[in-house]
T-cell receptor
Framework: QKEVEQDPGPLSVPEGAIVSLNCTYS??????FMWYRQYSRKGPELLMY????GNKEDGRFTAQVDKSSKYISLFIRDSQPSDSATYLC???????????FGAGTQVVVTP | NAGVTQTPKFQVLKTGQSMTLQCAQD?????MSWYRQDPGMGLRLIHY???????DQGEVPNGYNVSRSTTEDFPLRLLSAAPSQTSVYFC???????????????FGEGSRLTVL
C-alpha cells in the first residue's frame, strides 16, 4: 500500500465551480504538507505549504490538514480554465526529509 | 536566474546503453534531488543530495548513479538502460530564502527518456 493515496481523476468542473481535491496518508509522522500544480509537459510548481494541522488560505486556494484523520484537502474557488492541470500532494515527516508525493489528480475546468 | 535547468529534454536509448542526465541550479541551493514520474505512480525519489560530496538513496535508486562535486550540478547516470527506465525525470532543488526554509522544491522542466 502506498503511503500517500490520491485519486487520479480526471475531475471535470464548469468554470466558476469549486474544485475539491484530497489526499489520504498512512504515516502519522508526516507534518509538512504541500500542494503542487503541474501543467502538461512542465515541472511541478508549489501552490500551498502547511505545517501540522489547520487551514491556510491564499487567494482562491485553501489548504486543509486533518492529522487525526490523516487527510488533506485543497479547494479552488471560482475555478478558471487556467486552473486545468494536475495537482499533486506531497508530505514529509521533517522539513529536510524525503517528500512522498501522491499520484496527482488531473483537473479540467471547462468554459 | 534560470532556476533549475535540465538537459537533454528528450532522449531515446537502446537497451544496455548508458547516459547522463544533467541538472544545474543557480540558486545556491544545498538540497538537490532526482525524481521519476510515471503514469499512476506520481513522483518517486531516485537519489538526493544535501550538499557537495553528500548523496543518498531515495525510493527507487537501482540502476542509477549520482555524484555532487559542486553546489550547482547534480548529474544522474543510467549505467545500463532498461525499458523499465522509460519515464520523465525531474530534477528539483531546495534551499533557504532570506534565511528561512520555505519548504519549496523548485523543479526543472523534465527530461523525457525512452528506452527501446
Amino acid at each position: 500500500q502506498k503511503e500517500v493515496e490520491q485519486d487520479p481523476g480526471p475531475l471535470s468542473v464548469p468554470e466558476g465551480a469549486i474544485v475539491s481535491l484530497n489526499c489520504t496518508y498512512s504515516n502519522s509522522a508526516f507534518q509538512y504538507f504541500m500542494w503542487y500544480r503541474q501543467y502538461s509537459r512542465k515541472g511541478p510548481e508549489l501552490l500551498m505549504y502547511t505545517y501540522s494541522s489547520g487551514n491556510k488560505e491564499d487567494g482562491r486556494f485553501t489548504a486543509q490538514v486533518d492529522k487525526s484523520s490523516k487527510y488533506i484537502s485543497l479547494f479552488i474557488r471560482d475555478s478558471q480554465p487556467s486552473d486545468s492541470a494536475t495537482y499533486l500532494c506531497a508530505m514529509s515527516a521533517d522539513s529536510w526529509g524525503k517528500f512522498q508525493f501522491g499520484a496527482g489528480t488531473q483537473v479540467v475546468v471547462t468554459p | 536566474n534560470a532556476g533549475v535547468t535540465q538537459t537533454p529534454k528528450f532522449q531515446v536509448l537502446k537497451t544496455g546503453q548508458s547516459m547522463t542526465l544533467q541538472c544545474a541550479q543557480d540558486m545556491n541551493h544545498e538540497y538537490m534531488s532526482w525524481y521519476r514520474q510515471d503514469p499512476g505512480m506520481g513522483l518517486r525519489l531516485i537519489h538526493y543530495s544535501v550538499g557537495a560530496g553528500i548523496t543518498d538513496q531515495g525510493e527507487v535508486p537501482n540502476g542509477y548513479n549520482v555524484s555532487r562535486s559542486t553546489t550547482e550540478d547534480f548529474p544522474l547516470r543510467l549505467l545500463s538502460a532498461a525499458p523499465s527506465q522509460t519515464s520523465v525525470y525531474f530534477c528539483a532543488s531546495r534551499g533557504l530564502a532570506g534565511g528561512l526554509d520555505t519548504g519549496e522544491l523548485f523543479f526543472g522542466e523534465g527530461s523525457r527518456l525512452t528506452v527501446l
